[in-house]
T-cell receptor, first 118, second 112 residues
Framework: DAMVIQNPRYQVTQFGKPVTLSCSQTLNHNVMYWYQQKSSQAPKLLFHYYDKDFNNEADTPDNFQSRRPNTSFCFLDIRSPGLGDAAMYLC?????????????????FGAGTRLSVL | GQQLNQSPQSMFIQEGEDVSMNCTSSSIFNTWLWYKQDPGEGPVLLIALYKAGELTSNGRLTAQFGITRKDSFLNISASIPSDVGIYFCAGRTTSGTYKYIFGTGTRLKVLA
């Protein structure tokens, strides 16, 4: 059973029209991440939450926002999508506690949402 | 953002051959993760490494955490067509952050 679930798998939006991507997890993990991945490139971290503490990457555009209303859910809001925002968006989770021999350091990914901007 | 040096960038191999790829960093890591990503899907965890020198296997896959804690290796033995995909390493530093740094990826193509 999927542990990190992203909806929808495919999203089409219009240039400038706000869009929200969602992620849920059944792992009860403390940390949730949002990555942007463009074709054949490594995932690029946008931001992450440790519980309700939000950590933004310095180079994440202001156009990208996130919400985490509870442990299980996290949302990525793109306020005014541009053509350059078309990409795969990946959600991931990790337990967060530094237990070196337990799964605390493992990061689990969802299947991703592919965003197209017309 | 920071990335790990991963090599080779891509490789074509014959079915049945063994494959090796590696990641190197200027930073010391306390965790190395190896992922495989198929087109249109999220990365799937293959192997997790937690300790310098650790050697871990998962079927035909074997990965090692380098002694210097700045590198890791992934080997695939007797490759099969379904091994095709992009392999990423990811490392977590000892600085107390919960962030992972990704390698640039190795694209593997297997010729039947």
């Amino acid at each position: 059973d999927a542990m990190v679930i992203q909806n929808p798998r495919y999203q089409v939006t219009q240039f400038g029209k706000p869009v929200t991507l969602s992620c849920s997890q059944t792992l009860n993990h403390n940390v949730m991440y949002w990555y942007q991945q463009k074709s054949s490139q490594a995932p690029k971290l946008l931001f992450h939450y440790y519980d309700k503490d939000f950590n933004n990457e310095a180079d994440t555009p202001d156009n990208f926002q996130s919400r985490r209303p509870n442990t299980s859910f996290c949302f990525l809001d793109i306020r005014s999508p541009g053509l350059g925002d078309a990409a795969m968006y990946l959600c991931a989770t990790s337990r967060g506690r530094d237990n070196s021999r337990v799964s605390g350091n493992i990061q689990y990914f969802g299947a991703g949402t592919r965003l197209s901007v017309l | 953002g920071q990335q790990l040096n991963q090599s080779p960038q891509s490789m074509f191999i014959q079915e049945g051959e063994d494959v090796s790829m590696n990641c190197t960093s200027s930073s010391i890591f306390n965790t190395w993760l190896w992922y495989k990503q198929d087109p249109g899907e999220g990365p799937v965890l293959l192997i997790a490494l937690y300790k310098a020198g650790e050697l871990t296997s998962n079927g035909r896959l074997t990965a090692q955490f380098g002694i210097t804690r700045k590198d890791s290796f992934l080997n695939i033995s007797a490759s099969i067509p379904s091994d095709v995909g992009i392999y990423f390493c990811a490392g977590r530093t000892t600085s107390g952050t919960y962030k992972y740094i990704f390698g640039t990826g190795t694209r593997l193509k297997v010729l039947a």
